[in-house]
């Protein structure tokens, strides 16, 4: 959590009560979550904080690299990590997990020969169900 504060100090970024109760939040869901579910649980939590004020600190996070978005149907999800990750759906509920998945080094030379660029990073988008 203190990483993530000095990170935005770094940045430049002012860190509000408001910005706090949002990355607070991120950092213990460890989940992607709407801004709607955002602002659900941190007044459902007792947190006086505004709709508006919420999308912006999450676009102001966004935008400054500081966590993660996803582009899904739905609309967008927020999670609290920023480094390159993949991420294993749940074809039933819906739920995303991040994952850490590393591709075999010959697997990423074949694509680099294929394509004639150098992969600099990777994400997967796997999709499953639990297993019977
Ligand atoms: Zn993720």
Redesign the pocket.
């Known amino acids: 959590m203190d990483d993530v504060y000095r990170r935005c100090r770094d940045l430049g970024m002012r860190l509000s009560r408001q910005r706090r109760m949002v990355l607070d939040l991120l950092w213990s869901e460890k989940s992607?979550l709407s801004a709607r579910d955002i602002f659900e649980k941190l007044n459902n939590l007792g947190r006086n904080i505004g709709h508006t004020s919420v999308y912006q600190n999450l676009e102001a996070l966004q935008s400054a690299g500081v966590i993660?978005c996803?582009d899904r149907a739905s609309g967008r999800l927020y999670?609290y990590?920023s480094d390159p990750?993949s991420?294993l759906t749940c074809a039933e509920t819906g739920d995303?997990r991040?994952l850490d998945v590393e591709l075999p080094p010959e697997l990423l030379e074949q694509i680099e020969r294929h394509t004639g660029y150098c992969i600099e990073s990777y994400t997967l988008h796997l999709t499953g169900r639990p297993r019977p």
């Open positions: 992607h993660e996803l999670g990590r990750h991420h995303i991040d």
